[in-house]
């Protein structure tokens, strides 16, 4: 084969690969949330747990393998002298299927709504330093069907968690909650749900409501290094 084919067969295959690449943009993401736990010695044990849509999700998002997490002080600067220049792998240890079959009784056709879960958990060094500490995962993107958001295919999530000073000197673990939420609610039915937490270290809980925060892109749907706060 001549030099020019050569140059012209891989210049095909870029274009290949470039214009089949948004395919592998996931459309999924249900919901998670992110905790730690203080075990001493500036080690914290972090938890990060992602839902995933079963059936309305595409065939080509599975659960990521590692997941990223990006380190960040309260201002939001990234801590590229942690981990790996700021960012921290946790593996992917499987996942479970969450499903309400038998309690789909909404009188709607349709079939029972499927969720898939993923825990990540590893340990990770947080020396103390004077800001405190931020740490942020980012997943993109929601659903199709969604109706309450607007371009769901173009919105992901992000779910970090705060480590404040006094957190990294009294060596204090994040409440956690006690159940998740049902996987899905009736419309114009009551909701009654239990979403108490509990706290490892006996300190007072204060709850409030708060709009799940944005992250990554349909372009970008599973960052490098996730993106800097405020989300």
């Known amino acids: 084969m001549s030099r020019s084919s050569i140059i012209s067969t891989i210049a095909l295959l870029l ?3 470039i214009f089949q690449a948004p395919e592998l943009n996931a459309t999924h993401i249900v919901g998670g949330d992110m905790t730690y736990r203080c075990l001493g010695n500036d080690q914290y044990e ?7 849509d079963c059936d309305n999700g595409a065939e080509d998002a599975p659960f990521d393998d590692p997941a990223i997490i990006g380190i960040f002080d309260i201002f939001g600067s990234l801590q590229t002298h942690l981990g790996e220049f700021g960012r921290i792998e946790i593996p992917f240890m499987g996942e479970d299927t969450i499903t309400d079959e038998f309690l789909f009784d909404c009188n709607v056709l349709g079939n029972p709504v499927c969720v898939h879960e993923a825990v990540y958990r590893d340990t990770f060094f947080l020396p103390f330093n004077k800001l ?5 995962f980012q997943r993109c993107c929601r659903n199709p069907i969604l109706v309450n958001i607007e371009d769901p295919l173009e919105t992901g999530a992000t779910y970090d968690v705060s480590i404040p000073v006094d957190v990294l000197t009294q060596c204090n673990s994040q409440p956690v909650f006690n159940e998740w939420a049902d996987v899905y609610i009736c419309i114009n039915e009551e909701l009654e749900f239990d979403h108490s937490a509990t706290d490892p270290d006996g300190d007072e809980l204060v709850y409030r409501l708060c709009t799940p925060a944005q992250g990554a892109s349909s372009d970008n749907p599973r960052p490098f290094t996730p993106s800097n706060p405020p989300y």
């Open 15 to 17: 274009l290949i690969f």
């Open 46 to 52: 972090i938890t990060l747990t992602v839902r995933r």
């Open 132 to 136: 405190g500490y931020r740490l942020a």
